[in-house]
């Protein structure tokens, strides 16, 4: 092979390369192009997805505070029935004692 052919060759494997270098970005451009129309429905599902996200936020923030009340007066609620439950227990206390006075005055007369 003499000079002007190597050239020739070169000059040849060198403007393959470059036209299939060429044709992958085209190829490459046409699959990854985005539409208007798509950049618009990307735009309203991000839209959306920002709003359901301050739903949610502010869902949970109102189930917080809804716990809070409930746990508070839940434990109202059990301060409540202990004391009745104690006011109880000294209502049976007195009530004994009242009944053994009773029963002591009884015998006692009998």
């Given at each position: 092979?003499?000079?002007?052919?190597?050239?020739?060759?070169?000059?040849?494997?060198?403007?393959?390369?470059?036209?299939?270098?060429?044709?992958?970005?085209w190829?490459?451009?046409?699959?990854?192009?985005?539409n208007?129309?798509?950049?618009?429905?990307?735009?309203?599902?991000?839209?959306?997805?920002?709003?359901?996200?301050?739903?949610?936020?502010?869902?949970?923030?109102?189930l917080?505070?809804?716990?809070?009340e409930?746990?508070?007066?839940?434990?109202?609620?059990?301060?409540?029935?202990?004391?009745?439950?104690?006011?109880?227990r000294?209502?049976?206390?007195?009530?004994?004692e009242?009944?053994?006075?009773?029963?002591?005055?009884?015998?006692?007369?009998?």
């Amino acid at each position: 092979m003499n000079r002007t052919e190597f050239i020739i060759a070169t000059a040849i494997i060198l403007f393959v390369a470059f036209a299939t270098g060429w044709f992958a970005n085209w190829l490459v451009h046409r699959f990854t192009r985005v539409n208007q129309s798509d950049v618009g429905e990307l735009d309203r599902m991000s839209q959306e997805l920002h709003e359901a996200e301050e739903t949610r936020d502010q869902a949970i923030t109102y189930l917080q505070q809804r716990e809070a009340e409930l746990t508070n007066q839940l434990t109202q609620t059990e301060a409540e029935l202990r004391a009745a439950m104690d006011g109880l227990r000294d209502a049976r206390h007195d009530a004994d004692e009242l009944r053994g006075y009773v029963e002591r005055m009884k015998a006692g007369r009998g």
